[in-house]
């Protein structure tokens, strides 16, 4: 097993979290706030910083245009899918987009790719690991929803260079929860993943089998989820607004925001109350009021959540499984917190779903699993191996617009076919290629991943030359693409023009742009908060000065701890953190009597009837005292 | 093979059962230098270099149709827990590459070979038959355009298929109609049945011809002789049932969607 640490990452729609294998179990790791989800909300500061997670929220309400949420769901798509998703979310891309170009999001004046997006995100989760080991974190494991195509998923991989950290597997959500799940089950089983997430809904089937995790079937939805559920009251809400107040807020992105924070309260509510209220501020003094019941709610989110039926319908036909032949529906996603949508899962599946899992936290736990696999495993892992599929089929454009499917879905990752192509005019040297993903009968009507050109091919007589191109889908479901010309035994050029997404060369430069570069960037955090613990210390240590234990010590000690402090002085300004840590460690030893004093003389105090918390020990329990940590740390 | 006692037919065997089938050869090891097998080494668990081989010959199987999906099941788990990915994620770039290309092959072959009727399909392409109906381009593009595709009817359901699709054609027009004939639908509910019945069937027929191949194989196998013609003949049996059941699945499909819409 290597020695740095792999992390688990769950990039999610609302929120993102990075968890790690702790010997044999998987943890969160908490941010610098003590919480393990990081919203997935991203603004750009008055200094022009970048800010993510809980402190970019107070922007959305604030000053919306310099925020941005949601956005897995622009992820590896073009101006042209996202003409829906722009009615529903105060998305403000660039004013100068292309076709066919990738988006780009306006935060106040600056642009920024979603792929760019989400690597600050990315780039916290690594921070917070970072900070929590101490050490470097460069690689990692990242979840994606299964339905994901080729353009989301090689968005997301981007998403994790831009950050600096290299994407070792991209691992489909439910199967990462599968494997959470699976942990510590013996036996064979056959159980359904049902996944409703903020923005994605996934159903993935799968055979648990000594230690083998194989998904049979998957199918979903990249764009249903909670966010669906707010937008219908949203909808309402502000609807009511103009109606019965006469005042349409609908352009006012502050009040939109404000009634978006209300209705997922509502909403988070409805799971445990049996109403509940939404009370907004309107602009003028006004207030918008209005109670729901969870009948009501129900009622009003059933057509959101039979949006999943289909899906789980196809992907139980698939499997060949009637639900009978299933084990264990398990919840996985937030929005599967409400009872409707568990009511739903228990008539599909015909069993009372398993809920035992954090439905927020389970796909992170799973992905830190993955990571620690991948990374060589140990005793609780080595018999784990997770065999994922394809979600959607993979085809050529024929003659006339058709579909030709080469690797169907559900076809265990990695995956290959092999094609061959000819010229169809005399002496023609390029064959064009469209590549396509999805189900249906016209290339038109499915997803366009690229369009490859096989170039270089031997003047012959049409038909005659045997191109061989090979098609290959490797275990983070992305495609490769290479080809032969058979007759003369050369390498076809080909030249991919992937349709969505960042060029290579265009992922480089937002690397090099991003200040963030891994090891300098760790470097600085390093100074930072060395010198952040230097001079708690050392202000620790002028009140120490101050306490009567002080006179206790010797004066060999005294004269001690003043070297140690006037060494600690002289490294705290300079860039060189190792440096401030060994003198920390310095006056931390020199100064452990003074701190044992300290506390006798604290402890004594309080049996005198004071009480504890007045006494002098330093900053108290609440931050531990710089000093001695090990005596008053609780 | 035990041919040499018979070359003065001309009959005999090409040889396309058996010895196609390269048996992996051993090698050693490229890192530990240990006999290995052929996918990777039983001394030090390294992934070995990819060998384009036939599917039946990655998994060390003879060319027999009848297999145990419990055994194949086995051996794709175990073969997997050494050759994908995941096991390989930090070794050299090398070794990586030849987990996903053995990965893919191992992938490509068990989906292919525990499938009965891609199993028997991809037999017949490795005997050199091109089925007719195994393009899919052909039957899309000719449901796309509307135009009939070459089919061939199999002649013991000419009058029943005329039949049926002249209750098809009524059908359409009714629904474009607006008319729906209640009585018309039962009919064709009938008639689904039975084409189903004989779709069914079909499974029976197709496993006899594979006895009979298996049958030539083991005899090969055990040294025994096989006449050219007998392995035409088997073949070509199973050409026919293919053809019949495609037929009958397309069938079955535009009843399904007359009765759907």
Redesign the interface.
């Known amino acids: 097993m ?1 020695n740095e640490r792999i992390v688990g990452i769950d990039l999610g729609t609302t929120n993102s979290l990075v968890a790690y294998m702790e010997g044999d179990r998987p943890v969160v790791i908490p941010g610098e706030d003590g919480l393990n989800l990081v919203p997935s909300v991203v603004a750009l500061d008055e200094n022009g910083q970048i800010v993510v997670g809980s402190a970019a929220r107070k922007y959305l309400i604030e000053t919306p245009e310099r925020a941005v949420y949601s956005v897995k769901r622009l992820m590896g798509r073009g101006v042209e899918d996202v003409k829906d998703e722009l009615k529903l979310f105060p998305f403000r891309l660039a004013d100068d987009l292309a076709a066919g170009e990738v988006l780009r999001i306006k935060l106040s004046d600056k642009t920024f790719t979603p792929p760019e997006i989400s690597a600050f995100i990315l780039r916290q989760l690594k921070r917070n690991a970072e900070r929590y080991f101490a050490a470097p974190v460069t690689k990692a494991v990242v979840t994606v929803p299964a339905y994901f195509n080729d353009a989301q998923r090689q968005a997301t991989k981007d998403a994790g260079r831009i950050a600096g950290l290299e994407v ?2 991209l691992v489909n959500e439910p199967t990462a929860a599968s494997l959470a799940y699976g942990l510590d089950k013996k036996n064979a089983e056959t159980v359904a993943v049902y996944d409703l997430g903020g923005g994605t809904f996934d159903i993935s089937i799968l055979k648990l ?2 230690g ?1 995790f194989e998904v049979i079937a998957t199918n979903g939805d990249t764009h249903l989820g909670g966010d669906d559920i707010d937008n219908l009251l949203i909808t309402i809400a502000l609807h009511d607004i103009q109606g019965d107040l006469a005042v349409d807020v609908r352009r006012n992105a502050e009040i939109v925001q404000a009634i978006r924070k209300a209705v997922i309260d509502a909403k988070i509510a409805l799971s445990s109350e049996e109403k509940a209220t939404l009370d907004v501020a309107l602009p003028g003094g006004g207030r918008y009021q209005r109670q729901i019941t969870r009948a009501q709610f129900e009622q009003l989110i059933q057509p959101v959540i039979d949006r999943t039926v289909g899906p789980v319908r196809q992907a139980m036909k698939d499997a060949g499984l009637t639900p009978k032949q299933i084990n264990e529906a398990v919840l996985v996603g937030g929005s599967t917190r409400i009872p409707r949508v568990r009511q739903l899962v228990q008539e599909l599946f015909e069993r009372t779903p398993h809920s035992g899992l954090n439905p927020d936290e389970v796909v992170a736990l799973g992905a830190a699993i ?1 990571a620690h ?4 495993g140990s005793e609780a892992t080595k018999e784990m ?3 994922d599929v394809t979600p959607l089929s993979l085809g050529i454009e ?8 080469i690797i169907h879905r559900n ?7 092999t094609e061959h192509f000819t010229t169809g005019v005399e002496g023609q040297t390029n064959v064009a290629v469209h590549v396509v993903q999805g189900e249906r ?2 290339a038109s009507d499915c997803r366009s991943l690229a369009r490859f050109d096989l170039k270089g091919i031997p003047p012959m007589p049409a038909g005659l030359p045997r191109i061989e191109v090979k098609f ?4 983070n479901g992305i495609l490769h693409v290479s080809a032969r010309e058979l007759r003369s035994g050369k390498e076809a050029e080909i030249q991919v023009q992937p349709s969505y997404g960042l060029t290579d060369e265009q992922v480089e430069n937002m690397i090099l742009e991003s200040f963030d570069n891994a090891e300098e960037d760790f470097r600085r955090r390093q100074v930072i908060e060395a010198r952040n613990e230097a001079e708690t210390m050392l202000t620790a240590l002028e009140k120490g000065r101050k306490n009567p234990a002080w006179q206790q010590l010797s004066s060999q000690e005294r004269s001690n701890i003043g070297k140690f402090e006037t060494a600690l002085r002289a490294v705290v300004k300079a860039d060189d953190y190792q440096a401030i840590r060994t003198a920390i460690d310095a006056l931390n030893q020199g100064t452990m009597h003074l701190a044992e004093l300290m506390m006798e003389s604290a402890v004594g105090t309080a049996l005198k009837g004071q009480n504890m918390d007045t006494a002098d020990v330093g900053e108290g329990p609440e931050s531990p005292h710089p000093i001695a940590q090990a005596e008053i740390e609780r | 093979m035990a041919l040499t006692d018979q070359k003065k037919t001309a009959q005999l065997d090409s040889g396309i059962l058996v010895v196609n089938q390269s048996r992996p050869t051993k090698v050693n090891c490229w890192s530990c230098g240990a006999m290995r097998a052929a996918h990777f080494c039983q001394e030090c668990g390294k992934v070995q270099p990819p060998t384009p081989v036939d599917y039946f010959t990655f998994f060390g199987l003879p060319f027999r149709l009848n297999l145990e999906p419990e055994k194949l099941e086995g051996e794709f ?1 175990a073969l ?2 050494h050759l ?4 390989n ?2 070794n050299s770039d090398r070794e990586q590459q030849w987990s ?2 053995k ?3 191992l ?2 072959a ?2 292919t070979l525990k499938d009965p009727i891609t199993r028997t399909e991809y037999l017949l392409r490795l005997q050199g038959v091109q089925l007719e109906e195994q393009s ?2 052909a039957t ?2 000719a ?3 509307g135009k009939l595709k070459k089919q061939v009817v199999p002649p013991d359901l000419l009058e029943q298929v005329f039949e049926l699709n002249m209750q098809l054609e009524e059908m359409r027009m009714n629904k474009k109609m607006g008319e729906p004939d209640r009585t018309l639908e039962r009919e064709l509910q009938d008639s689904k049945k039975h084409v189903q019945d004989r779709y069914n069937g079909l499974v029976e027929e197709l496993h006899a011809a594979w006895n009979e191949w298996d049958a030539l194989i083991d005899r090969a196998e055990q040294g025994g002789s096989v006449l050219e013609d007998d392995r035409i003949a088997v073949r070509d049996k199973m050409v026919d049932v293919l053809n019949r059941r495609n037929y009958l699945r397309n069938l079955l499909r535009d009843i399904d969607e007359v009765l759907e819409n």
């Open positions: 290597s070792l597997r089998h000594e083998i993955q696999i991948l990374a060589g191996l997770l065999l024929s003659l006339g617009g058709g579909v030709v499917k076809s265990t990752i990695p995956a290959s076919a009968e016209l290959l889908i490797d275990a | 788990y997997s827990r994908h990915p995941d096991i994620a930090i996903l290309e990965s893919s092959q992938n490509d068990y989906r899919k381009a899309e593009e449901r796309r355009t």
